[in-house]
């Protein structure tokens, strides 16, 4: 029989607090820590290019999980069903491609940036265009959204929470030891934030499974026809199947291989094996998600029959279902989730600034008083984000917006990276006339979708839209490459795939369990077996 449970916070008792308590201590003593051997830029920025392959995959892991995502995954299975899990498990599919294909690049060239990337394949506009793209996104979209939405989820929890107060103290926490000890700080931290995630999720997802017997018939019969599949139909609003194949993969490669705040935990490995060891481990760590924080939200359906807001699933698990003790682990993982995000983007932001425009500038930089300069552009876009963030409560329209238009912002970015890397004739010219042609599309695309809503003229799921839109850059890409200068030597020998086939890179012989390759395909075989098993 489902219980009755209520949506109303429930107050935290002294374990709980305690237990959270001392998640702040820890994660502030890291930092601390950490700023001992944080002395240049390259620390501040890249660990010193010394982390080792574990690190890199759980940084990736609670860096991409943010408290929207462990709310919203939950939510999203609770109304709709489980085809949410498409993002995560195309995660796994992209990260592979990822390691085959661009981490040798990556390392080798010892890129500090991604837009840095883009100068040495292509040219500088196309560098700083990108940049400037990063950096808006980082500190307006994510930043001070990750800010917002963790302080709108701590409210489920505390209701006497101010949004401003919130807000702030998120911001500081974060800024402090992000700004004191760098990406070294931002990496071991998000280790230990995996780890409290990963470990809380899975208690709840046991207690949920327990209110229901343990029974998988049970959860079955509640659950309308369907919504147990992960490939839906096209007539489906939540993920059509050509979403899945078209867009998920192109959004996936954006966030995965081409996004600053993502990519530079890859950046900081000491060499090309961790990179590539570390970003498997992230791949791999996506797959238990299904089960730890999607289906939860499923087997909710069974306990909590009634809630009108699906959004209300996981807090109304976590206050109702759970004892004293692991109401404080639970929200350790949920404030871990909220940190992990703000560290990240507030890190990368100020790279993008330092590194891609003051450096730029004033070449001759110490490496301290790059690591100085770096500390007060965190603090500043620290102080930035907290002040924003309160605001987007005036303008729901214009945030939800914001996060939508991702799925515009994105074609012409991939378009570039995917050619540049696998067509040597691709032009620097061509680059930048794709980044401004492909948004300039983009853009008319988002107004008469988001904005007019002609409905019919462009009435496609999102997912969708953003592959059509990946192929109409890719064309633009093509045709401005065959009538414009073609690249140096010096930009194609050892940035693109012809390069590494040439034989610069050969790769040494290693034990087969230590072969990015085979562990690529048993990655592969892991996914397609749960894709299969749920489809």
């Known amino acids: 029989m489902p219980l009755a449970h209520t949506t109303q916070a429930m107050p ?39 982390l080792g392959w574990a690190p890199i995959g759980f940084s990736l892991f609670a860096s991409n999980i943010s408290s929207t995502t462990l709310i919203g995954l939950a939510g999203a299975a609770y109304a709709s069903g489980i085809s949410v899990a498409n993002y995560e498990w195309m995660a796994t599919v992209v990260l592979v491609f990822f390691v085959i294909y661009f981490v040798p690049f990556y390392i080798r060239s010892r890129i500090s940036t991604m837009p840095e990337f883009l100068e040495r394949r292509f040219d500088r506009r196309s560098r700083f265009y990108f940049s400037g793209l990063n950096i808006f996104t980082s500190v307006v979209i994510d930043t001070a959204g990750s800010l917002y939405a963790g302080a709108i989820v701590l409210q489920l929890f505390f209701p006497e929470l101010s949004i401003t107060t919130t807000c702030a103290v998120l911001a500081v926490v974060a800024g402090l030891y992000t700004a004191a000890g760098g990406l070294a700080a931002v990496v071991y931290t998000d280790v230990i934030q995996a780890v409290v995630l990963m470990v809380g999720a899975t208690v709840l997802t046991f207690i949920v499974f327990g209110e229901v017997g343990y029974s998988w018939d049970q959860v079955r019969a509640v659950t309308p026809a369907g919504m147990l599949s992960l490939i839906r139909p096209m007539s489906d609003k939540q993920l059509p199947w050509l979403g899945t194949l078209v867009g998920v993969p192109i959004l996936g490669f954006y966030f995965w291989c081409t996004n600053q705040f993502i990519v530079q935990r890859v950046l900081g490995a000491k060499d090309v094996d961790n990179a590539r060891w570390g970003s498997l481990l992230g791949g791999l760590l996506k797959l238990p998600v299904l089960f730890i924080m999607v289906l939860p939200g499923t087997m909710a359906r069974a306990v909590l029959p009634n809630l009108e807001n699906g959004d209300l699933v996981f807090p109304t698990m976590v206050t109702t279902l759970l004892p004293t003790g692991m109401i404080g682990l639970v929200m350790a993982g949920l404030i871990a989730a909220i940190m992990s995000s703000i560290d990240s983007t507030l890190n990368s932001a100020s790279t993008l600034v330092t590194l891609d425009f003051v450096k730029a500038r004033y070449p001759n930089l110490s490496p301290k008083a790059t690591a100085k300069v770096g500390r007060w552009v965190i603090g500043i876009f620290m102080i930035f984000a907290a002040l924003w963030a309160p605001q987007i409560a005036k303008f729901p329209g214009l945030f939800h917006y914001l996060q939508q238009a991702l799925a515009f912002i994105v074609p012409p970015v991939v378009a570039i990276f995917i050619l540049g890397v696998f067509w040597r004739r691709g032009s620097p010219s061509a680059a930048l006339i794709t980044l401004i042609g492909g948004h300039l599309i983009s853009a008319v695309a988002f107004v008469v979708q988001k904005v007019i809503k002609l409905e019919g003229v462009v009435d496609l799921h999102f997912t969708i839209l953003a592959g059509l839109l990946t192929f109409v850059s890719m064309g633009i890409f093509v045709a401005a490459s065959l009538v414009t200068p073609p690249p140096s030597e010096s930009q194609v020998a050892e940035l693109t795939l012809s390069g590494l086939r040439g034989g610069q890179w050969p790769a040494p012989a290693k034990p087969a369990f230590k072969d990015h390759r085979v562990q690529s395909v048993v990655l592969l075989a892991l996914t397609a077996a749960l894709v299969v098993a749920y489809w």
């Open 12 to 50: 935290l008792g002294g374990l709980d607090l305690s237990i959270i308590g001392i998640y702040f201590v820890v994660v502030l003593f890291i930092g601390f820590w950490m700023a001992r051997k944080t002395e240049s830029g390259e620390d501040l920025f890249l660990a010193g290019r010394s």
